[in-house]
């Protein structure tokens, strides 16, 4: 019934010392295919095992996007018996012999067994954890290598003699396929009320899907942890979510049964359909069909709606088979989680923590070791932008373009993530989340020792931001235990990060654009505003943003009014009532800001690009007040996208005269203003701002092509799809070599991989 195969293959050509064992790794444990890969005398021998889709994909891959310093010269193919199991191993020559198994990230239910969860003749029709070898739950379950069942969650569950049968059988799709189950010997579904009366199996499903129906909110056990899901066509019902959830205008993903379903939602373009059925099934970022029916208060004032595919044979029947009552076809899916805590994942914890939350919960006893949170991806100009690298991802690694001593890098405080490294191997974690309370620091810890078990991992150095105040940076000076610490500036790092996926060794330098909201620079000022003249060893700051003072931290962020004032205040343009942030600006703190600014009281200099961006959005009356970082920015570039400003674009002032040359808003502002006067709709001044920071971009990289050719663009500015893509064009256009991010998020998420680098080159 299954077209199993294992294939030899052996690759000739410059395969040695550039990353292509990984490389390989990588493309074979994304879709699911167990085997090795080793070096030998004249290149490499790969064995893949796997169905017959996934190994043609897999030679696709292989032949399509080696890592950029390898040469393919040939791949022969043989055909050899199937061995069966579900891990890949790298054979490691340096170390004498003895290979490294890894681990495979989650991966999606595939095809084969979606069909069996919907065939009433399988054995495992409706079976809510039906896996194979090529599917199923991996990162989230295992405990320790090597890796079988024993060191897995699902020890617990015996194999009956049906399952076993077809474990041992290597003709079998699910030979040595470790979380192999049935529902005679498998995990069960139990559906919980907060007066805890108990619904099991078919019934807690039913029970669950009616709940849904009725604008209740469920929280679900997924593969990385609990969901909070409720109809996503009911307003009622999510605004109802958002309450509970302390979640203000934050926008919620979806979930939909199907690619169809999503097609009647949002525009689904070739790159992003490959996304939503592949092997990871991340949540991507997808513009929004204006009449889809889905409820406003989903992503209020987002162009953009987050979507997922049904990724667990859980979710699928959730949504409900043939014959099933229906339910709602469109689900938000939102972490289950309060506020900025981690997701849960315990279940007992879970309907603890939750108890506010949710009105019913849909649990099974299969246990989850680590959360993981789904991933969320957005496609610009046919590539992939990550913007949270998560389940389906972690643990892959990303190939080095030089060897590293095992290292840990502890990334920086908000969205964070940790990596870790050895030799030509860097391995990210899932994505960790604020490091602003007890609990994410507790996950942050355990998440740790995870990735070091699964990796083999023991660090001799550890890597931190310069921020003296990160908790990250404390984290790592009170576990170093006498091994050296060592601390690399915030936007270094961010441009080192986007080199090492482009596998720069690091002899040559790159002009780095590093465009984000804050980061502490060597001058303990607030930057964000950087073009660093960048290798991995050093950086000189080529330019920056014009300091303004920013007047009490958070409070800024969450009112861009402030941040505009500021910037009035530093261009010396005065505060007339007629602008809008200044009309949104309560006149008693109006006061007490103008003194601070006049003084300096509380103000730490600030030369953020993100802050500029929400203080051009106040101006252009967009957004006075948000709720979460960025949220102006995202709903500026929403109004802007798809406007032609032709040749009216908004230009900086620049001051090359000092050392390090200064970009000047001033002139931008006072265009903004005049425009806005002028009742230019906010959405041609965005075009115009936007346009303006591209040309920016391109006019300082031209100013410094002496120095390099090859521009780096990275930072949480560039998850702006708009402005990335002008960036692109204008330096293209002008002949540069362009990095941008492609496995690691432009934004904090990605800064581990670059301290990696950075803090091994001293
Ligand atoms: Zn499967
Ligand atoms: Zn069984």
Redesign the pocket.
Known sequence: MTDRRRLRVCVRGVVQGVGFRPFVYTAAASLGLSGCVRNDSSGAIIEVEGDASGIDDFLRRLRAGPPPLAIIESVVTEQIPVVGGTAFTIADTSRSGTGRTLVSPDVAMCADCAAELRDPTNRRYRHPFVNCTNCGPRFTIIGSLPYDRATTTMAAFE??A??GREYADPADRRFHAQPV??????PQLRYLTPGHDVAHREDGLSAARALLRDGGVLAVKGVGGYHLACDARDTAAIEELRRRKRRGDKPFAVMVPDLPTARRIAHVDEPAQRLLTGPQRPIVLLPRLPDSGIADSVAPCNPDLGVMVAYAPLHVLLFGLPGDEPGPDVLVMTSGNLGGEPICYDDDAAVTRLADLADGWLMHDRAILVPCDDSVIRVVEGAELPIRRSRGYAPLPVALPVRLPPTLAVGADLKNTMAVADGRYAWLSQHIGDMDDLATLAAFDSAQRHLRTLTGVNPDVLVADAHPLYRSTHWAHRNADGRPVRTVQHHHAHIAAVMAEHGYDGSEQVVGFAFDGTGYGSDAAVWGGEVLLANYKGYQRLAQLKYVPLAGGDISVLRPYRMALAHLWAAGIAWDPDLPPVAACPPEERKVLAHQLETGLGCVPTSSMGRLFDAVSALAGVRQVVAYEAQAAIEFEGLSRGIDCGTTAYAFGIDHRGPTTLIDPAPVLQAVIRDRRADVPAGLIGARFHHAVAGLIVDIAEGERDASQTVALSGGVFQNALLLRLALKGLRNKGFEVITHRYVPPNDGGIALGQLLVGNSG
Do not use: F
Request: hydrophobic share 20%; proline share 10%.
């Open positions: 194999m009956c049906d399952c189950c049935c529902p005679a010997c498998g």
